[in-house]
């Protein structure tokens, strides 16, 4: 069974930075595309950086402050957040589309969450 791990979140203040990791295990032929999401309370989850192999995609509020990386040899995703702002707090959900070994399909899978607080 395939799943995504984050780690990373935590308290940190205005200005600060933090690093974000999700990792994909279990039996998997490929991952394709590997990306992070945003959820502010009360509203809804919105797309901040995502990468596949030649492209990668940040939204504007953050593009210039993260960046995203991989290490495709450990199937690990990172989000580097710098210059932090209170807008940016909320729970980072790592998703992942990744052709599973088992069925070969092409299935979507989420992390289970880690939050973010950037506040004084």
């Known amino acids: 069974q395939v799943q995504l791990v984050e780690s990373g979140g935590g308290l940190v203040q205005p200005g600060g930075s933090l690093r974000l990791s999700c990792t994909a295990s279990g039996s998997m032929f490929s991952i394709n595309t590997m990306g992070w999401y945003r959820q502010a309370p009360g509203k809804e989850r919105d797309l901040v950086a995502s990468?596949?192999?030649?492209?990668?995609y940040y939204a504007d509020s953050v593009k210039g402050r993260f960046t995203i990386s991989t290490d495709n040899a450990k199937n690990t995703v990172f989000l580097q957040m710098n210059s932090l702002k209170s807008d940016d707090s909320g729970v980072y959900y790592c998703?992942?589309?990744?052709?599973?070994?088992?069925?070969?399909?092409?299935?979507?899978?989420w992390g289970q969450g880690t939050q973010v607080t950037v506040s004084s």
């Open positions: 990468t596949r192999v030649g492209s990668t």
């Open positions: 998703n992942a589309d990744i052709l599973v070994a088992s069925s070969k399909l092409l299935v979507n899978f």
